[in-house]
């Protein structure tokens, strides 16, 4: 036993006792631990029954409504609707069950929620779209008609426009797990290519009948969808998924081949429906997918220490494989019978008027434009406004624009058009800053889905794919898989 002695006497401190003390009080008390994150906490709830079921209702939701021909019927929208109210449900009984609601902070869903909030106000009765109509009905004692030129359509669009919000938001908050992310990816690119095998097969067996039942007169239907440009439109979406992982090196060598034949059935399908507006839309998609998948790697690479030689070879190995894809594709389309689909892009250049129509269209809607500038005429109310600026014949009568941007702006007007804008923005920083990541599964994940909703935007200058109910959705799903937080990475 050792005994410590000192010399000191009672009541004395020694040095010893001088040394702690001040020791004691250099010593910073310690730091309370930070309190975690939205997203952490989010990770540490358990996924309950009725999480499963929403997962299971967005998948199904996918199929569902692009097999009921695209969603554009009113018992397909009614269905479409319960559904998301059904998710609702199931929403609130997972809150119940693990006393949290589950809602994620992505900034993307602030603007839809403003689109339909200018929609609530478009049905206020506040006269007609211009300025001079709202000022008469605020000074006047008569009852005055809807800001909306067509109050029964702005309902219908808010009603799909809610179901809409309903199923992103879902996606948003509970695709919260690597599993997850690949189950609703790996579903994209197995429905998009079986998809792609019946489009094709219907049409060298029977193209003029849908599901080899339904002929839909005065149409020229393509897979389940009545347009065919609605088709063009899916595949566009679909085919970016596979690639994406290919481009990001996500996929295991003996799988290679196996993505890039879905793809390439993908493209082949999207060329043969004669779509010039898919197929100019497609190779724009795939430089996107070859160009951003270079820049991404080369981030990442230097991260790694990657020397800049190796990382310009990938570069430049991306773009080749980019350039290799289109002309597969193309030579694909010739080995298929596609000739005339290929005349038909190539003869369209020679014309008087390569956009067939549709600067006419275009001429009439920013007339309506500059009329009602602010909210616009009504959401859905462009086929009652239309006619009034017409100059044509009258012989047919044009449902929808024919290029989504400025159809925005005529249902909506500048504020409609301002929060699409944000969303796009938002869409495009977010989803690259997911990339940015060594997660190759999530960086393939968002490269693909990123690259799916570019390539359908390029085809809305020059058509309305986006306003059928089925490609908005898959647009809206793949936004969430390009931006769902960290969680559902490895």
């Not at 000191?8 to 009080?25: K, L, N, S, W, Y």
């Not at 709202?134 to 808010?158: H, K, Q």
Request: with cysteine; glycine share 8%; proline share 5%.
């Amino acid at each position: 036993m050792t005994i410590s002695t000192s010399n000191a006497q009672p009541g004395e401190r020694t040095r010893t006792d001088i040394v702690a003390a001040a020791t004691e009080t250099l010593t910073p008390p310690p730091v309370p631990p930070a309190p975690p994150t939205h997203a952490a906490r989010a990770a540490e709830l358990p996924r309950t029954v009725w999480s499963r079921f929403i997962i299971l209702m967005l998948c199904m939701a996918v199929v569902t409504t692009t097999l009921a021909f695209g969603t554009v019927h009113s018992w397909a929208l009614a269905v479409f609707e319960l559904s998301a109210g059904v998710v609702l449900a199931l929403w609130m009984l997972d809150a119940w069950r693990t006393r949290t609601l589950r809602v994620s902070r992505n900034f993307l869903q602030l603007p839809l929620v403003g689109l339909f909030i200018v929609g609530l106000i478009q049905l206020l009765p506040l006269g007609g779209g211009s300025a001079q109509d709202i000022g008469n009905a605020l000074l006047s004692v008569e009852p005055a008609r809807a800001f909306s030129y067509d109050p029964y359509a702005t309902r219908m669009v808010l009603a799909e426009l809610a179901g809409l919000i309903v199923y992103f938001a879902a996606a948003l908050a509970f695709i919260d797990s690597p599993r997850r992310l690949r189950l609703v990816a790996r579903l994209v690119i197995v429905f998009g290519f079986l998809l792609a095998v019946y489009g094709l097969m219907q049409h060298f067996v029977n193209p003029r009948t849908i599901f080899f039942v339904r002929e839909p007169p005065q149409a020229e239907p393509f897979g389940p969808y009545v347009n065919r440009h609605h088709f063009a439109g899916y595949m566009e979406l679909v085919l970016a998924m596979p690639l994406g992982l290919l481009f990001a090196g996500a996929v295991e060598r003996e799988r290679m081949l196996l993505y890039a034949f879905a793809s390439t059935i993908m493209a082949i399908a999207l060329v043969m429906t004669n779509s010039r507006g898919g197929m100019l839309s497609m190779v724009c998609e795939i430089l996107f997918l070859a160009a951003v998948a270079a820049t991404v790697r080369r981030r990442v690479g230097r991260d790694e220490r990657e020397d800049a030689g190796s990382r310009v070879r990938a570069a430049a190995v991306r773009i080749a494989l980019g350039f290799a894809m289109i002309v597969a594709v193309f030579i694909g389309v010739l080995y298929f019978g596609g000739e005339d689909a290929l005349s038909r892009l190539v003869g369209s250049v020679n014309t008087a008027d390569p956009t067939t129509g549709r600067a006419h269209f275009w001429q009439g809607t920013v007339q309506i434009i500059r009329d009602h500038p602010l909210l616009g005429t009504g959401l859905g109310a462009f086929s009652a406004v239309y006619p009034r600026y017409d100059t044509a014949n009258g012989d047919y009568r044009l449902e929808q624009a024919h290029n989504d941007y400025l159809q925005t702006l005529s249902d909506a007007g500048v504020v409609g058009g301002a929060l699409g804008i944000i969303f796009l923005v938002a869409l495009f920083r977010t989803a690259l800053k997911r990339m940015q990541t060594h997660d190759r599964v999530r960086r393939g994940v968002a490269l693909g889905a990123l690259a799916g909703c570019a390539g359908v935007l390029v085809h809305s200058f020059f058509d309305f794919t986006l306003h059928t109910t089925a490609n908005a959705l898959l647009f809206l799903v793949l936004a969430a898989l390009a931006t769902v937080n960290g969680r559902v990475e490895e």
